[in-house]
């Protein structure tokens, strides 16, 4: 009995082994630009059908010309509405100009052991100083209700090798940042706060005061000519929704937020990629009716303040601050940074004049009012402290921001249907 037992067991086995889906495809990706592109991320959509196979992981080849060999890069799977199944198909690939590249991608039922180095961490910790801190993926709370000291670090915290960012958990969601010396993961570390024995072994440290100010490309509503929070809603939500390798996914969401006459629903997720000091802020915002506001996000205006802008959608700040504030500079010194924004120039639908910021105003230029209003834009940082960064005053930065301004996605040529390119909320 016993062996016959064992005979049915292997041949089910067997059977579930027969039974993993695997499907490849083709596509080439192609470099338009004049300069090398490298870290360029690609964003595949898995169609709702072939979602239902429920893969379970990826692996990317890109065909290398001298060796005539397939070379396997890092790819990442994501589930980021949490339904079980896998929607995106994430990798980065380096691509020189004027050239292309030929990929194959696998998916695959059968689970596979991570096989990547992290290039991204993120985390977010309910305070608890006597047993540790806790780590969470989401939490929602009514609007009245404020967690900002209940969570360490007051958010979501985020990074790549280059930089790191948090972001505020109540109405002001402000983005604030963290500067490296060393290219490395370190908030799982320092969790934002980097002891003594830590600054002394090269890691790095908030850089930036933000108090009541847009800080780093904050996004916000506009009320009496200036920056307004986002309240009173009905409830606020913020997630990690994907943690690595290749890109980590924060989601804010804003229910029922009472704004300009008008129930809005906003979501924000920011997007960071390995390899990169820029994060992408996809803006996605909700109505009953057509949605009549507008909107704004900028750069605060630092102290010794230098600024560069393109009138279009593009701006960028150089100077200092005291990063604890101005009362409290013992043991601190003076930051120096630079800091820059980019949108799409049919989303931006004004440059007022501001004490505290750089302002942009947010909508849609044309005027074409629908009860859903998405895109995205980009924020990005450097610190002067950063030691293997070439960027180390204004003209260094204002000249980095240009060629970002200039950047042009690549060409995907995808063939199967199966697979969508994403296209940037832009």
């Known amino acids: 009995m016993r062996r016959l037992f064992t005979g049915i067991a292997c041949m089910l086995c067997y059977g579930a082994i ?143 090798e280059l930089v790191a960012f948090r972001v505020y958990f109540d109405e002001r969601q402000t983005v604030d940042i963290y500067g490296k010396r060393k290219q490395q993961l370190e908030i799982e570390q320092t969790q934002f706060y980097p002891t003594p024995e830590h600054l002394a072994n090269g890691f790095g440290d908030d850089i930036l005061w933000a108090g009541t100010t847009c800080a780093l490309g904050t996004f916000r509503g506009y009320t009496d000519n200036k920056p307004s929070y986002i309240q009173p809603v009905d409830s606020r939500t913020e997630s990690i929704l994907a943690y690595g390798p290749l890109r980590t996914v924060v989601e804010i969401h804003d229910e029922d937020w009472q704004y300009n006459n008008q129930t809005l629903d906003l979501t924000l997720r920011y997007i960071l990629y390995g390899g990169h000091r820029d994060a992408e802020v996809a803006v996605k915002i909700c109505s009953d009716e057509p949605i009549n506001s507008t909107f704004c996000t900028g750069l605060i205006k630092l102290d010794n303040c230098q600024t560069y802008s ?27 940074l630079g800091m820059a924004v980019k949108i799409p120039q049919r989303n931006v639908v004004g440059e007022p004049e501001n004490e505290e910021n750089m302002i942009y105003l947010l909508g849609e230029k044309a005027r074409i009012l629908t009860k859903e209003l998405a895109f995205s834009y980009h924020i990005a940082f450097a610190s002067d402290k950063e030691e293997e960064s070439t960027i180390h005053s204004a003209n260094e930065w204002f000249e980095w921001v240009k060629q970002w301004n200039k950047q042009k996605p690549l060409t995907i040529s995808l063939p199967e249907k199966a697979l969508e390119i994403v296209s940037k909320v832009e």
Not at 130 to 148: A, E, F, M, W
Not at 311 to 335: C, F, I, L, M, Q
Request: charged content about 30%.
């Open 18 to 160: 027969a039974q993993i889906t695997t499907k490849e495809f083709q596509l080439t990706i192609s470099n338009p630009s004049s300069y090398d592109v490298k870290n360029e991320p690609v964003v595949l959509h898995i169609n709702p059908d072939e979602q239902q196979s429920r893969y379970a992981s990826a692996t990317v080849c890109v065909w290398d010309e001298d060796t005539q060999t397939d070379v396997e890069i890092p790819s990442q799977l994501d589930d980021l509405n949490n339904d079980g199944m896998a929607e995106e198909l994430v990798f980065l690939i380096d691509v020189p100009r004027r050239e292309e590249r030929s990929v194959t991608v696998e998916l695959s039922q059968a689970k596979k052991p991570m096989r990547y180095p992290a290039q991204v961490y993120a985390e977010m910790l309910l305070s608890d100083k006597k047993k540790g801190h806790k780590p969470i993926r989401s939490l929602t709370v009514p609007g009245d209700v404020n967690v900002y000291d209940n969570l360490h670090h007051h958010g979501p915290a985020f990074e790549s």
């Open 310 to 336: 393109d009138h279009k959608g593009t701006a960028a700040v150089w100077g200092d601050n005291w990063p604890a504030g101005r009362k409290d500079t013992v043991g601190r010194k003076k930051e120096v």
